[in-house]
């Protein structure tokens, strides 16, 4: 079939547990041109999929794919979307790949809608509902109505994590209160949203960069990915071929938002949003310009994108931060060296009543700290690093909700609104709705 000048290559076949989770969530939208996207649908409903799936072998760059903003797109050095190649081949024994968890549609992300739909069509017998990534490894995954109430945290785009104290830290996990019964002080249970395996710039590799390699990005990726055949897939060690290939993807590909409903395309006019640039976009130091020449723009949403840019670039006069304070990476959003932070999203007063809360204390000053997920403290041992996650990139925001490691932010509204609570930024309504424009159209 045909998608504007370019083709997209397709092999229908029955739908079967091993389908490719992309060839249910892009069944409906492969009707889609760049020409019919001008009503996106809404990323909250469940598009229409017919029985019979769609095994997609390729899409062209920067095929359309709605989300709630608009539409977003893919692009690969390789010059199209290719779902043949290792990363979306299972290199394990229970049927999983890459591809499984770091779904296309939400840029190499994972949304609770794709997990739901995976589990309506399939009843939670798609390779992507492992006991590994239940509620508890132990939950019961007999029945159906099982494992919906045993998959409940997946079905939030969540990923269950077991992590022991570090042999050497400089504290010691003193309790734990697990509403599931199964984390322990010795065995702590918390989950995870995925980072998405696209726009990787800096080093930083997982959100608590327990995968990170000094400064060298790609030896990150290789040791994330060995990790994940041994580990997610469960299978023996994958071969160097293997790992290089599902690495040069990871590397080649960039994923952003490429139309906004009521400002048209985000590469037009002397914009240069899309993922085609962001493709080409450096890691350097500096601020968002993608949206410089739409500034007092006679569209009404290209000028609130262009002042949501100004908002995110400059000092907040009543907190004295910047948002491109951390996000340093000059139209990535990513922090340049790599660094991650503690801006308050592991604080049990921010937890959803289904997170656990563990309480840990320094061994030199008897200082007790509540925690939901001590991210990179858990790394390194060191008690100043309790908290701290890693600073993602902004592009293809709108297509990869909920928000932050944990997912406690369902919308950007709520992501600025955490923001202004936890680090005291202050905004009028009016400059929130401008700093939601600009994060919806990255």
């Given at each position: 079939?045909?998608?504007?000048?370019?083709?997209?290559?397709?092999?229908?076949?029955?739908?079967?547990?091993?389908?490719?989770?992309?060839?249910?969530?892009?069944?409906?939208?492969?009707?889609?041109?760049?020409?019919?996207?001008?009503?996106?649908?809404?990323?909250?409903?469940?598009?229409?999929?017919?029985?019979?799936?769609?095994?997609?072998?390729?899409?062209?760059?920067?095929?359309?794919?709605?989300?709630?903003?608009?539409?977003?797109?893919?692009f690969?050095?390789?010059?199209?979307?290719?779902?043949?190649n290792?990363?979306?081949?299972?290199?394990?024994?229970?049927?999983?790949?890459?591809?499984?968890?770091?779904?296309?549609?939400?840029?190499?992300?994972?949304?609770?809608?794709?997990?739901?739909?995976?589990?309506?069509?399939?009843?939670?017998?798609?390779?992507?509902?492992?006991?590994?990534?239940?509620?508890?490894?132990?939950?019961?995954?007999?029945t159906?109505?099982?494992?919906?109430?045993?998959?409940?945290?997946?079905?939030?785009?969540?990923?269950?994590?077991?992590?022991?104290?570090?042999?050497i830290?400089?504290?010691?996990?003193?309790?734990?209160?697990?509403?599931?019964?199964?984390?322990?002080?010795?065995?702590?249970?918390?989950?995870?949203?995925?980072?998405?395996?696209?726009?990787?710039k800096?080093?930083?590799?997982?959100?608590?960069?327990?995968?990170?390699?000094?400064?060298?990005?790609?030896a990150?990726?290789?040791?994330?990915?060995?990790?994940?055949?041994?580990?997610?897939?469960q299978g023996?060690?994958?071969?160097?071929?293997?790992?290089?290939?599902?690495?040069?993807?990871?590397?080649?590909?960039?994923?952003?938002?490429?139309?906004?409903?009521?400002?048209?395309?985000?590469?037009?006019?002397?914009?240069?949003?899309?993922?085609?640039?962001?493709?080409?976009?450096?890691?350097?130091?500096?601020?968002?310009?993608?949206?410089?020449?739409?500034?007092?723009?006679?569209?009404k949403?290209?000028?609130?994108?262009?002042?949501?840019?100004?908002?995110?670039?400059?000092?907040?006069?009543?907190?004295g931060?910047r948002?491109?304070?951390?996000?340093?990476?000059?139209?990535?959003?990513?922090?340049?060296?790599?660094?991650?932070?503690?801006?308050?999203?592991?604080?049990?007063?921010?937890?959803?009543?289904?997170?656990?809360?563990?309480?840990?204390?320094?061994?030199?000053?008897?200082?007790?700290?509540?925690?939901?997920d001590?991210?990179?403290?858990?790394?390194?041992?060191?008690?100043?690093?309790?908290?701290?996650?890693?600073?993602?990139?902004?592009?293809?925001?709108?297509?990869?909700?909920?928000?932050?490691?944990?997912?406690?932010?369902?919308?950007?509204?709520?992501?600025?609104?955490?923001?202004?609570?936890?680090?005291?930024?202050?905004?009028?309504?009016?400059?929130?709705?401008?700093?939601?424009?600009?994060?919806?159209?990255?």
């Open positions: 079939m045909k998608s504007g000048n370019a083709t997209v290559t397709l092999r229908r076949t029955e739908m079967a547990p091993l389908m490719r989770p992309c060839s249910l969530l892009l069944g409906s939208m492969l009707m889609l041109s760049a020409a019919s996207c001008a009503s996106p649908a809404d990323d909250q409903v469940s598009p229409t999929v017919s029985p019979l799936s769609l095994n997609i072998e390729s899409l062209p760059n920067s095929f359309p794919i709605p989300n709630g903003a608009g539409y977003a797109a893919a690969s050095t390789s010059g199209a979307i290719d779902f043949t290792e990363f979306n081949t299972p290199q394990g024994t229970n049927g999983r790949s890459c591809a499984t968890c770091h779904i296309f549609t939400s840029g190499w992300g994972n949304r609770p809608l794709d997990d739901q739909l995976l589990f309506a069509f399939t009843g939670g017998t798609h390779p992507l509902f492992n006991i590994i990534d239940a509620n508890t490894p132990v939950s019961d995954v007999s159906v109505q099982a494992r919906r109430a045993s998959y409940s945290m997946l079905l939030q785009g969540k990923f269950l994590r077991l992590r022991k104290p570090p042999a830290a400089e504290f010691d996990v003193i309790a734990a209160n697990d509403p599931f019964n199964y984390g322990t002080t010795a065995n702590l249970l918390f989950f995870r949203t995925v980072p998405p395996t696209a726009n990787f800096s080093s930083t590799v997982m959100w608590d960069a327990a995968n990170t390699v000094g400064t060298d990005l790609r990150g990726l290789v040791k994330q990915a060995r990790g994940n055949v041994t580990g997610a897939q023996q060690p994958a071969s160097d071929a293997v790992i290089n290939a599902i690495v040069d993807q990871e590397l080649g590909f960039s994923f952003a938002q490429l139309y906004v409903t009521g400002a048209g395309r985000l590469d037009e006019d002397g914009a240069r949003g899309g993922p085609v640039h962001a493709a080409a976009q450096p890691l350097v130091a500096g601020r968002f310009d993608l949206y410089d020449a739409w500034i007092g723009s006679h569209n949403k290209r000028a609130q994108i262009a002042r949501g840019q100004e908002i995110f670039n400059n000092v907040n006069v009543a907190s931060r948002c491109s304070g951390c996000h340093d990476a000059a139209n990535s959003g990513q922090n340049v060296a790599g660094l991650l932070f503690n801006i308050g999203t592991s604080d049990p007063a921010r937890r959803n009543p289904d997170m656990a809360v563990y309480t840990l204390r320094n061994k030199t000053t008897s200082a007790t700290l509540d925690t939901t001590p991210g990179k403290g858990f790394v390194t041992g060191l008690w100043t690093d309790l908290n701290r996650f890693k600073t993602p990139s902004l592009r293809g925001l709108a297509a990869r909700g909920p928000y932050f490691h944990n997912g406690i932010a369902t919308s950007l509204l709520d992501v600025v609104h955490l923001y202004e609570q936890s680090l005291g930024f202050v905004y009028t309504p009016a400059e929130e709705a401008d700093l939601v424009a600009f994060l919806s159209a990255l």
